[in-house]
Antibody, heavy 117, light 110 residues
């Protein structure tokens, strides 16, 4: 069945880096735009970044531009989010989601990132 | 900076109807923003309800419907059920690859 599984979350100190992964299965990964969306504890959802089906186009929220890098490996059916210069305000559950008609279709279960000294 | 506004909370009786809205801090929402809607219960991933203004996602019951009402996008729940008690978020596509989530609405069914 269709599945998106995030991994790589954990506790990291401010200023350090972390890479999240999102492994896809059950559908043709290379046909889809994929997004990262996050949710800080007790807060609403925030769009983070999107990458086109072939990786040629990438867009970021202002809050992460210049610090986060979205990428994908279609041969491995995997999406990545390289997070650099992490801040306390980046603490959140990070979800990957497939794009569809300028919205989202399938969602992973999320990976918690905690930025704390 | 663009802010997408939603009502903080709504209460609806079982079997009743509630309409949630999604607006812009400046300007009007139209179909060109491709408004979409998501339901989320605590501790769970979001669930897609509506995309492109009014198209229901697969498996979503027809008591959920999307539309444009005046200058806002709207999500209407008709015949509310207990398990509709959730947080609801809209998303607008702002163009140039940028998306913005609304502030979210907490719906209580009682």
């Amino acid at each position: 069945q269709v599945q998106l599984v995030e991994s790589g979350g954990g506790v990291v100190q401010p200023g350090r880096s972390l890479r999240l992964s999102c492994a896809a299965s059950g559908f043709t990964f290379s046909d889809y735009t994929i997004h990262w969306v996050r949710q800080a504890p007790g807060k609403g959802l925030e769009w983070v970044a999107v990458i086109s089906y072939d990786g040629s186009n990438k867009y970021y929220a202002d809050s992460v531009k210049g610090r986060f890098i979205i990428s994908r490996d279609n041969s491995k059916n995997t999406l990545y989010l390289q997070m650099n210069s992490l801040r306390a305000e980046d603490t959140a559950v990070y979800y990957c989601a497939t794009g569809y008609n300028y919205g989202y279709e399938r969602w992973g279960q999320g990976s918690l990132v905690t930025v704390s000294s | 900076q663009t802010v997408v506004t939603q009502e903080p909370s709504f209460s609806v009786s079982p079997g009743g109807t509630v309409t949630l809205t999604c607006g812009l801090s400046s300007g009007s929402v139209s179909t060109s923003y491709y408004p979409s809607w998501y339901q989320q219960t605590p501790g769970q991933a979001p669930r897609t309800l509506i995309y492109s203004t009014n198209t229901r996602s697969s498996g979503v019951p027809d008591r959920f419907s999307g539309s444009i009402l005046g200058n806002k996008a709207a999500l209407t729940i008709t015949g509310a059920q207990a398990d509709d008690e959730s947080d609801y978020y809209c998303v607008l596509y702002m163009g140039s690859g940028i998306y913005v989530f609304g502030t979210g609405t907490k719906v209580t069914v009682l």
